[in-house]
């Protein structure tokens, strides 16, 4: 078995934390009984590219137990976990390549050797293991398809296609109602508050939070900063949304007035420049920036920084003094939030969308016709998964009758 | 001038609740305010089937100062205001038929006076008046197109339209954002909790509340009972619904275990046969039901009836007792709870959906070459209305400058 | 048997609406059930000043069951019920007097038929009842002792004893924590909002409305309205009660800053003067003035009827127009707006009031050695009324066992 | 300059650590830039023992800064932050004595050499120093007074003053509303939940949380884990905070039922054996179990680990295995899980407390003819630091007219 790890002996402590990660990822334990035994995946190699990190250390238990021979290399060198990945390679035995902090010439290697397998089903997590496969089509005789994880992936996947130069399937996970819904406001909406809270310390209670977007995101942040105490301002540049989040109970107003009341700011907009040095100007000394958006452009930090002076106050804190002596203070940098300050999405969040993963691969194992397209999860996926987390959850919700059926059946049909 | 009411004398008393209700419909003010001069409906005959309420009468008033010749029939006997329509008769000049409690001969009457007049535009609501132009077209010759408010009359002429049958455009207003979902989710989770109080007085805080449904009338409704203090219980059928109700805070589960621990049960399912016999059968004494689906088909009252003595203890509000001594409470014959036993929806609430029918009726006069078919709001004047309802309340927001509209459009494109 | 009321045919009517706030008056049917056997009051007369109502109809029925001769006369002629009077003596056999209107005259004959009877216990809503004995004591020869609703009462008998007047013992009901807590901050919490929907049937969501008072009725009041979807501004002259407030996620700022923001306003600060005709002036058009506190002092409604025209809109809603045509909106002339314009406290809330009550009376029937002071409700009988309220809706709580008595004591004493 | 600490050179880190812990203790900000000048506390030394963390450090430098002598020892080892000590020794000249994990023997070393500067004043957090002058009062020849921080100290102190063994007056801070308020509700509500976090990473939106003990850090928490999206189970021994929990919508029942639901289990009811073995065996395998009531002996540790096999998997949380597999997790070893997992109460909740404790060293100097007996907070320095924390976040409120007062105060009068 081939690997390139940074340290094998820190397997045992990998295999705790997995372990912890596995209580809470009740679809993957689900799937994982059911196709243990009839190993659907039998006679397959599968590579992926992903966060090596302890949730997917326990997609790839569930991928290699079902049947496949598992290879996978890192997503991006800063979020591989060593001792995962040294679990994954000892007690697994799982061909791993990537250690954390990997130069982006050993980022590629890695790459490669993945690769090099010749895998028949692809997982990837911003299409750079695809994408590769598309330079070099020299090892990819194989593939039968492949999914995509993240949004941006998906952006680029779907110009491969619209150009007609996709060569395989690739099957969207990220649209998955049990993906993106359930990542966006729950999964968010927690870890921003739960970034925010390690990086400070501040006392949330009686804050003033500007929350920028109400979109899926800005909704689970909002209501999580109401939950925690604070009073929450929205700022919007769609009248609908504006108008939902005033009947949720919330303030709404330009950026620019928002500016001048709030203690702490969350940018969630997936636009650009949405609080720049004009909005921070405005604010009160002490306030607080931070994004839970996507990359780190919502946060005009350049602006930020040639206006003012920066030291590092905390983990995950620096502070910018203007002249007149004002402190802004911004979270990791702008980027992520709950990524760069906490620990990402909680496992029970990952569950769903790796479950989603596990079975779009059976869904392309099965269907070998698929033509070279991008593909949404088949909805009777999307819906199983809801239906087993519930089970997992040890929920049970109620079934149509008969007669229900045919009820709604007839008015659906306005007959 | 004709018309046929009950009572002229009672224009003042319905001008006061008209112009009350106006008070709370900022859209239509601005509506009212912008097209009183150029007069967009000038030279047209407008013929309107719809509830005689204060609202109504409110959008009956903007069509006519904006240039068009009204002519209005009930579109329910039942819910008719003789005083509102006493008022716009008498002070608005406005052709009213409908008298409270008119016969169903009557009923058709009153119809058949607005389709005399051969409007050029109809606003219809449940399409008796749309479907009676279509049995007998001899007076349909002027007729550029109607607007249709509610979901069964949408399904009535999707199914003329379907089988080739509809003779002219029909704007489904029911399907704009600014109209279903604020109807449904503001609306009647509000009007439910009214409807409540008023036929009960009580005490809803430490009640356990079973909200069958949770679409957006039932997470209205679930979100204004945990509002007011119940701990509530969900019902789904539909597992990715059930488990975002999990992750609101809820308890989910089958309607038959709810049935034991619920004090007031709400059904929103637009299904048949929710609440039946044997989940009665199971409910403690004292227990109090309630429909704010559609129609009053959720809850068997005949299945109840056959097994129990009734008797009304308070205004809307019926007691049934089982042999055993248990007894069961059912609010306003089990028809919608907020209609039966409130004021149905706040104006704020119709001020939106009646500047859809508006605006509409606005947009078919304006593109005479729509084919016979049903049609969408159009996104724009969906927008419009959420743009004009925040400027109605003194609400701001922002727009995206030229940096973010550009970074947007990239995005999308995937470049 | 004798009695002075309005129409004894509507005994059935009344019958139904006393049953079914039984149904909600769990406290008192334990107690029925427990009292009706050995009879406490046996041989007592027992003499009632309370408003007649279907929750005092209830109490009277207990009262009567538990073996004591009863009289109630009105302790307000307004709200007296017809229909629960002629209940009560036609089926229950108590003797009433009270119509709903008395004049002031027919007022104070109630009081002295009550006298009359000369009573060995007192059962008092506002002290009018026990003031009359003090007035006139040739009838108060059997007066074992008394009990107070409410904090008025409460604190003209405060007076009375402090310059040695009070001539029995009396038990001001109150000071209980399972009266006043419940009563101020789950009752008066709903009932305000009943109040406001039945008289406006605006919509809350979205609302800016403005809780003058953070003591627990505001607390009740602010609870609910944000659980509607209002945006919530609390106004406060307490320090610490405005920094609780602030800390619970409201706004907190002047009430004359607040004027300016507001949509609706509602008092319960216990105070005069809160919102004068200063604070109007600033208020926009349409803004709704209520008050939850005591009396009708708290809005300054003889400075804005001296600035304005008024009419009224709707029941138990006025409105009240400036010279410069700017409108405000007042809510059952100032008074107190859940008994003005709703039904006051629902029967849950009553029952444990009048569970106090009742308990009261047998606490001093039992204790004839009592001076005549104001008696707090004995801790035990709060305690009491509690667990039997929580009994009566099904909840079972935990017990300290024999170790954690010993711990918490060994604590408290410091060893 | 005497002092004994880890590392100087670790000055500037705890620095910046310190500054930032001071942008949010508004109070002592304003206590600090008042009593600059003027100076109190010249020519007095104040010896004190507490936490060495960064909200003591600038306690510390205010209480310097008007004028005293400072001396500060460690009241526990294992709190002292190093770089806080070296930051206060080195910038501040202020003499410290404490090293994080300092052995028995230095700890009381070191409480000896605060002792020695024979102080006018003592601040203690746990009675440790006072407790150290009663001992031996070779060195209390100069004490005036005393101030004590926590609930513990206070007991000991009640005790000594109960047995007439006090030798000088103590003011016992944490009684004043400032502190326990905000400390129980707010401070330790959303610590708790940060603690849990931290620790675990679950998803909480969608668990059932069960809170032992609804007290005010009970409700802190049970409003933190529902505004988080938790379903909330209260189990309480008293029946009125039972009755009040249930009409705040959440579930109550005994614990041993909710130990058969909950998914995560926080004790905070001050007494022994909450969670025992009994309810241990009847949890689901996964459960977390957390302390936030106070030291150590609400969960059952003992009987756990005689019944189970331990393991560590993540910092903070230790695993339980029992002998049919099912899995225990336990949070902090079942201390303070907010102390022990998090980070404590936040600035802002501390800066409350520690303004108590600068005023109340203001006041036992100002009235030096106390008599040796444990105080209240007088109530105007309780009232005076809501108002000053009011201003340190901008939020202005309004003051009782004088016709408001007048009225206040006939009425409380009776008149």
Same mark, same amino acid.
Request: glycine share 8%; hydrophobic share 40%.
């Given at each position: 078995m081939d690997y390139a790890i940074r %340290?094998? #002996? +820190?397997a045992d402590k990998g295999r705790e934390r997995v372990d912890w990660a596995f209580q809470h990822m009740q679809v993957l334990k689900i799937l994982r009984d059911r196709y243990e035994k009839n190993k659907?995946?039998? &006679?397959l190699r599968i590579g992926c590219c992903l966060h090596i990190t302890t949730e997917t250390a326990n997609l790839m238990v569930n991928i290699k137990k079902a049947g496949a021979q598992v290879y996978l290399c890192a997503s991006n060198p800063l979020s591989t976990q060593d001792d995962v990945a040294a679990y994954l390679v000892k007690k697994e035995k799982i061909s791993v390549f990537g250690k954390h902090g990997d130069s982006r010439k050993s980022y590629y290697e890695n790459i490669k050797n993945v690769m090099k397998r010749k895998p028949h089903l692809i997982v990837d997590d911003g299409c750079d293991l695809i994408s590769s496969f598309h330079r %070099? %089509? $020299? +090892?990819? *005789?194989?593939?039968i398809g492949a999914t995509e994880e993240t949004t941006t992936g998906v952006i680029r996947l779907r110009s491969l296609a619209k150009n007609g130069l996709l060569k395989f399937p690739v099957i969207a996970v990220n649209d998955a109602n049990t993906k993106h819904f359930f990542d966006n406001k729950y999964g968010t909406g927690q870890s921003t508050i739960d970034g925010i809270l390690r990086s400070t310390n501040i006392l949330v209670a009686g804050m003033t939070a500007v929350v920028s977007g109400y979109g899926w995101c800005g909704r689970g942040i909002a209501a999580r900063f109401r939950g925690m105490g604070a009073n929450v301002i929205i700022t919007e540049v769609d009248s609908l949304r504006a108008l939902e989040a005033v009947m949720d109970g919330y303030r709404v107003m330009p950026v620019s007035e928002a500016a001048e009341t709030g203690d702490v700011f969350i940018t $969630?907009? &997936?636009?650009? $420049?949405? +609080?720049?040095i004009n909005e921070m100007k405005k604010m009160k000394s002490g306030a607080i920036l931070g994004n839970a958006g996507h990359f780190n452009v919502e946060i005009d930090l350049a602006g930020l920084r040639s206006a003012s002076r920066k030291r590092k106050v905390r983990e995950c804190l620096d502070e910018y003094t203007f002249r007149n002596g004002k402190k802004i203070y911004v979270l *990791?940098? *702008? #980027? +992520?939030v709950n990524l760069a300050c906490a620990e990402g999405h909680p496992s029970s969040v990952m569950d769903m969308s790796f479950a989603n993963q596990f079975l779009a691969l059976k869904h392309l194992k099965e269907n070998?016709?698929?033509?070279p397209e991008v593909y949404r999860v088949p909805e009777d996926i999307d819906k199983k998964i809801a239906e087993l987390k519930l089970a997992g959850m040890g929920i049970r919700i109620d079934k149509l009758t008969a007669e229900q059926k045919k009820y709604v059946n007839s008015w659906d049909m306005g007959t």
């Amino acid at each position: 078995m081939d690997y390139a790890i940074r %340290d094998i #002996r +820190l397997a045992d402590k990998g295999r705790e934390r997995v372990d912890w990660a596995f209580q809470h990822m009740q679809v993957l334990k689900i799937l994982r009984d059911r196709y243990e035994k009839n190993k659907p995946f039998k &006679g397959l190699r599968i590579g992926c590219c992903l966060h090596i990190t302890t949730e997917t250390a326990n997609l790839m238990v569930n991928i290699k137990k079902a049947g496949a021979q598992v290879y996978l290399c890192a997503s991006n060198p800063l979020s591989t976990q060593d001792d995962v990945a040294a679990y994954l390679v000892k007690k697994e035995k799982i061909s791993v390549f990537g250690k954390h902090g990997d130069s982006r010439k050993s980022y590629y290697e890695n790459i490669k050797n993945v690769m090099k397998r010749k895998p028949h089903l692809i997982v990837d997590d911003g299409c750079d293991l695809i994408s590769s496969f598309h330079r %070099d %089509d $020299s +090892l990819a *005789g194989n593939i039968i398809g492949a999914t995509e994880e993240t949004t941006t992936g998906v952006i680029r996947l779907r110009s491969l296609a619209k150009n007609g130069l996709l060569k395989f399937p690739v099957i969207a996970v990220n649209d998955a109602n049990t993906k993106h819904f359930f990542d966006n406001k729950y999964g968010t909406g927690q870890s921003t508050i739960d970034g925010i809270l390690r990086s400070t310390n501040i006392l949330v209670a009686g804050m003033t939070a500007v929350v920028s977007g109400y979109g899926w995101c800005g909704r689970g942040i909002a209501a999580r900063f109401r939950g925690m105490g604070a009073n929450v301002i929205i700022t919007e540049v769609d009248s609908l949304r504006a108008l939902e989040a005033v009947m949720d109970g919330y303030r709404v107003m330009p950026v620019s007035e928002a500016a001048e009341t709030g203690d702490v700011f969350i940018t $969630s907009t &997936g636009n650009t $420049s949405v +609080l720049t040095i004009n909005e921070m100007k405005k604010m009160k000394s002490g306030a607080i920036l931070g994004n839970a958006g996507h990359f780190n452009v919502e946060i005009d930090l350049a602006g930020l920084r040639s206006a003012s002076r920066k030291r590092k106050v905390r983990e995950c804190l620096d502070e910018y003094t203007f002249r007149n002596g004002k402190k802004i203070y911004v979270l *990791g940098e *702008g #980027r +992520l939030v709950n990524l760069a300050c906490a620990e990402g999405h909680p496992s029970s969040v990952m569950d769903m969308s790796f479950a989603n993963q596990f079975l779009a691969l059976k869904h392309l194992k099965e269907n070998r016709d698929m033509t070279p397209e991008v593909y949404r999860v088949p909805e009777d996926i999307d819906k199983k998964i809801a239906e087993l987390k519930l089970a997992g959850m040890g929920i049970r919700i109620d079934k149509l009758t008969a007669e229900q059926k045919k009820y709604v059946n007839s008015w659906d049909m306005g007959t």
